[in-house]
């Protein structure tokens, strides 16, 4: 899109840029959390979830978002102001850095880093020193105990993550994540090309360490001992409030969704459709009307993944920290990094 | 048959309830759009028949919270027959139940001796100021029209009632 | 230092003097955790206070109290049908089990025994009870290790058995049924197979929970193994229920003691587990609860026909005496001692709750536990805010 804007000044170009970074995350955020938080849980519980505010409760998050806007915002009197008032702010922006690097179309992108999927996981990092700092300066030992538990937590998943992601840019050859889209798409399975080369299935073992790292990195069952809502109460959001509260909560669905598009852009193929199935060769040879249906597809894909995160959320108990830890360590590391090694000698190999 | 992880068999679970809901409705009522009737014997509110109450004071005192504020005086009422004497009757100045203190245990209705008090299902009288729960003997002889009939006993059960 | 007048530095001060003195009294460090008495894992208002070392617990002591509402005391101006009403709310889930051992004293002091009919009909209402604590428990269960989605379908099928309560008492969670001499009322026309169809359900419950919950992994990495109470400690500490049961102690008043009800006439057995950990507690409740259905089932089709009332004065005085009865309730052993004097109330009662001795163990069983364990053993030992407390 950007490419055919190409006359827009450098001010609209950036202004363009982040409206287009604010829907891209805020959309999604939205979307997820009317569909799965109010309508899949409560279905899952056998009741209908939201019905009054709007038709079939779809105007419910403007509704809470109204409420949360309006109630006061209470700082602790013996918290850290200055820092207590950074904390949710640090960790939505980590979400907006993410989205950045994120193509939605053959020439509809923000960004196109030679090294984007380095700068991706670099960048998600960022969101633990926002929960780590929002659990100390609270003055609340809930919190902290909740703060301290997300560090050692979200450390230790970030590992699998990156791991997990080294398998499929070794597959592609590149870290730029436009090329990896461009690679599942005119890639062929064992001479059969019908359905394109999308990573999932020859990366499987990946797709899966994926998948558990991401459900631990968003604290989402079973990996919610930082939020434990009957031990913690709220975590390390327990003193927020009012609007600082609702960064919280829509980071934390915008989040899910950021990390949903990287896996579908790693493993499911991101904006695009086997290329086969148009008749296209390359990346330039995609026609412009991909730049329209492509965020669309990507959206499709986001959804699945997420109600895959969110199924398992709302099924399962949540680890204790020990086991949450061992799991991580002794368990998803070293299937990592077996998994790193197989491909590697069947890259070079065949 | 291969033992399935409980990983996945809880999945499948709520996976299923999800079908359930989707496909059946839910479980839940959509309250105030759909309501539920209440069975019969519910305990909702208690009514008062005026006539029969002969303000023996009996529910005052037997109420575990005191809710029940009785006040009556006496007259004379003509005589049944002609030529008889004036009959002593009671009558009510005031019988009050205070919705707010009341327990819904049901010593009142059952210890009056003249069936004066009978218990309806209705429940939807919530007030926003506390005093009007205070229901005076116009409001109490109002709910009889929602007292239901004693639904029929089970089988087995002794013909004469208690 | 410090400014004398900064009353935010002084209070700040003063806690960490609190905090010194604590660390003195009881030589040892760490930080002090409030759990309680306003605290979502606590079924209500209980108040642990924890020494913590990190994330493991070091000392642990319940303080009580919160919810106290002077039953003893009300019971002594209160006439025998006004204290049956007020004993409904000790254990508010299994609301009509409590007052079946105060009526059985009762009758026990007025040498009066119930019909048979209305014996059948008080066990089946005395399971159904059960049934309705103990699938709450089950919700419960899930809700304080995470799993959001047990605990709706806990409330949903529960619903079916307060409907069953209602439609025969009046009352969802207080039906003040039980009467000196038997019960207040019958039981309405369809009844008896509205209750078949709803065991049925309860049954598919069980299944449910046990699929969702029980069977996985990571609900019994979070149980077995926790909160271990070895037999003799059980026994030491006057636990009761299914806590007892499920360290190997095979012991149910239901079937250890005679009364004037009548499990006996079913088949049914007692479930007890080895182990002693929070798995093992769990795992007994939820077999008794399918227990109970089969209890309940077979009783439904034994009732015997008659009157559901014996032949009592309408004011009814109970002569002096002392009596005390314990039934084997949803929580454990419920009991009540009457002191009569011959007047229309009794003199005292003494009530003696399953909950609160199931809670003197914590400080013993709470020493080396992580703080998410503190909720599981908690959660396990399962009590009732109102039991305790009274």
């Known amino acids: 899109m950007i490419a055919l804007l190409a006359e827009v000044p450098y001010w609209g170009q950036s202004l363009l840029r982040v409206l287009g970074g604010l829907v891209a995350v805020l959309l999604p955020a939205g979307t997820i959390v009317y569909v799965f938080l109010f309508k899949m849980m409560s279905f899952m519980q056998s009741r209908l979830g939201p019905m009054e505010a709007g038709p079939y409760g779809s105007m419910q998050l403007f509704a809470e978002v109204g409420k949360w806007l309006q109630k006061e915002d209470i700082v602790p009197d013996r918290a850290d102001a200055r820092i207590f008032k950074m904390a949710p702010v640090i960790v939505l922006v980590s979400t907006f850095l993410l989205v950045v690097v994120v193509p939605f179309g053959p020439e509809a992108w923000f960004t196109d880093f030679e090294t984007g999927v380095f700068y991706a996981l670099a960048v998600s990092s960022i969101s633990v020193l926002g929960i780590l700092i929002a659990g100390w300066s609270s003055a609340n030992k809930y919190s902290l105990l909740g703060g301290l538990r997300a560090a050692g937590q979200l450390i230790a998943y970030e590992l699998p993550m990156v791991l997990a992601v080294m398998g499929v840019v070794i597959q592609a050859g590149t870290m730029n994540l436009q090329k990896i889209v461009v690679a599942q798409n005119t890639g062929s399975m064992f001479g059969i090309d019908a359905i394109g080369h999308p990573y999932v299935i020859s990366q499987f073992f990946g797709f899966i360490i994926f998948m558990i790292a991401i459900q631990a990195e968003l604290t989402q069952a079973p990996f919610d001992m930082p939020i434990a809502e009957s031990e913690l109460v709220s975590g390390y959001m327990t003193e927020y409030s009012g609007f600082r509260f609702l960064i919280f909560f829509i980071g934390e669905f915008a989040t899910a969704g950021v990390f949903a598009m990287i896996a579908s852009v790693l493993f499911l193929g991101g904006w695009g459709v086997p290329f086969t199935w148009f008749g296209w060769t390359s990346v330039d040879d995609v026609a412009n009307w991909m730049n329209f249906v492509g965020p669309l597809i990507m959206f499709t894909k986001m959804m699945l993944l997420v109600f895959i995160i969110m199924w398992i959320r709302f099924s399962y108990p949540r680890l204790r920290e020990d086991q949450l830890q061992r799991f991580a360590w002794k368990g998803l590391i070293p299937v990592a990094l077996i998994n790193i090694m197989v491909t590697a000698i069947l890259k070079v190999v065949f | 048959m291969a033992k399935v992880p409980g990983l996945v068999k809880g999945l499948g679970v709520t996976l299923g309830t999800l079908f359930k809901t989707t496909v059946n409705g839910s479980n839940t009522v959509q309250y105030p759009h759909e309501k539920e009737t209440p069975p019969i014997r519910s305990r909702g509110v208690i009514a008062l028949h005026q006539d029969n109450c002969t303000s023996c004071m009996l529910c005052s005192r037997s109420c575990p919270d005191w809710c029940i504020y009785i006040e009556a005086h006496k007259e004379l009422a003509p005589p049944r027959r002609e030529g008889g004497k004036p009959r002593q009757v009671n009558l009510l100045d005031r019988f009050d139940i205070d919705y707010a203190l009341c327990m819904y245990c049901g010593i009142?209705?059952?210890?009056?001796?003249?069936?004066?008090?009978?218990?309806?299902?209705?429940?939807?009288?919530?007030?926003?100021?506390?005093?009007?729960?205070?229901?005076?003997?116009?409001?109490?002889?109002?709910?009889?029209?929602?007292?239901?009939?004693?639904?029929?006993?089970?089988?087995?059960?002794?013909?004469?009632?208690? | 230092m410090t400014m004398l007048g900064d009353r935010q530095q002084l209070s700040y001060i003063a806690s960490q003097a609190a905090d010194a003195r604590l660390n003195l009294e009881l030589e040892t460090e760490g930080m002090t955790l409030n759990i309680g008495p306003q605290h979502p894992a606590t079924h209500g208002t209980l108040r642990i206070i924890a020494r913590l070392d990190g994330e493991q617990v070091v000392w642990a002591e319940p303080a009580c109290g919160y919810m106290h509402r002077g039953y003893e005391k009300l019971t002594e101006v209160r006439t025998f049908p006004q204290v049956t009403t007020l004993v409904n709310r000790i254990d508010w889930l299994g609301s009509f089990a409590n007052e079946v051992p105060f009526i059985l004293a009762a009758e026990k002091l007025m040498g009066v025994e119930a019909p048979t009919r209305a014996q059948y009909i008080r066990t089946i209402l005395f399971e159904l009870s059960r049934i309705a604590n103990v699938s709450l428990f089950l919700g419960d269960l899930g809700v304080q290790l995470g799993a959001i989605t047990p605990v709706f379908l806990a409330f949903r099928d529960r619903e079916y058995v307060l409907n069953l309560i209602e439609s025969a008492t009046g009352g969802r969670f207080?039906?003040?049924?039980?009467?000196?001499?038997?019960?207040?009322?019958?039981?309405?026309?369809?009844?008896?197979?509205?209750?078949?169809?709803?065991?049925?359900?309860?049954?598919?419950?069980?299944?449910?929970?046990?699929?969702?919950?029980?069977?996985?992994?990571?609900?019994?990495?979070?149980?077995?193994?926790?909160?271990?109470?070895?037999?003799?400690?059980?026994?030491?500490?006057?636990?009761?229920?299914?806590?007892?049961?499920?360290?190997?102690?095979?012991?149910?008043?239901?079937?250890?003691?005679?009364?004037?009800?009548?499990?006996?006439?079913?088949?049914?057995?007692?479930?007890?587990?080895?182990?002693?950990?929070?798995?093992?507690?769990?795992?007994?409740?939820?077999?008794?609860?399918?227990?109970?259905?089969?209890?309940?089932?077979?009783?439904?089709?034994?009732?015997?026909?008659?009157?559901?009332?014996?032949?009592?004065?309408?004011?009814?005085?109970?002569?002096?005496?002392?009596?005390?009865?314990?039934?084997?309730?949803?929580?454990?052993?419920?009991?009540?001692?009457?002191?009569?004097?011959?007047?229309?109330?009794?003199?005292?009662?003494?009530?003696?709750?399953?909950?609160?001795?199931?809670?003197?163990?914590?400080?013993?069983?709470?020493?080396?536990?992580?703080?998410?364990?503190?909720?599981?053993?908690?959660?396990?030992?399962?009590?009732?805010?109102?039991?305790?407390?009274?």
């Open chain 3, 174 to 390: 207080h039906p003040n049924f039980d009467r000196i001499g038997g019960l207040k009322d019958d039981l309405p026309a369809g009844w008896i197979d509205e209750t078949r169809a709803v065991m049925k359900k309860l049954r598919s419950f069980c299944d449910q929970i046990e699929d969702l919950l029980f069977g996985n992994e990571i609900f019994q990495s979070r149980t077995r193994g926790i909160g271990v109470i070895p037999r003799d400690v059980a026994l030491q500490y006057g636990l009761s229920g299914a806590n007892l049961r499920a360290s190997g102690v095979d012991w149910d008043l239901r079937r250890d003691q005679t009364l004037p009800m009548v499990w006996d006439k079913a088949d049914w057995k007692v479930w007890t587990h080895p182990d002693g950990d929070s798995f093992a507690r769990c795992w007994v409740r939820l077999q008794e609860t399918r227990e109970s259905t089969k209890i309940v089932d077979q009783l439904l089709g034994a009732i015997p026909s008659g009157p559901v009332m014996a032949k009592v004065p309408k004011i009814i005085k109970v002569p002096e005496g002392e009596a005390w009865v314990s039934t084997e309730n949803p929580l454990g052993e419920m009991g009540y001692y009457v002191v009569s004097r011959g007047d229309l109330g009794p003199f005292r009662v003494k009530i003696r709750s399953a909950s609160f001795n199931n809670i003197s163990i914590t400080p013993w069983l709470l020493r080396g536990v992580y703080v998410p364990d503190i909720v599981t053993i908690l959660a396990s030992l399962y009590f009732i805010l109102g039991d305790i407390d009274r």
């Open chain 2, 108 to 162: 009142c209705v059952e210890v009056c001796p003249f069936d004066a008090l009978f218990w309806s299902p209705e429940y939807e009288y919530s007030e926003p100021n506390i005093s009007d729960l205070l229901h005076d003997k116009s409001k109490l002889s109002e709910w009889m029209e929602t007292v239901p009939e004693a639904p029929e006993l089970e089988a087995g059960a002794d013909k004469k009632k208690k």
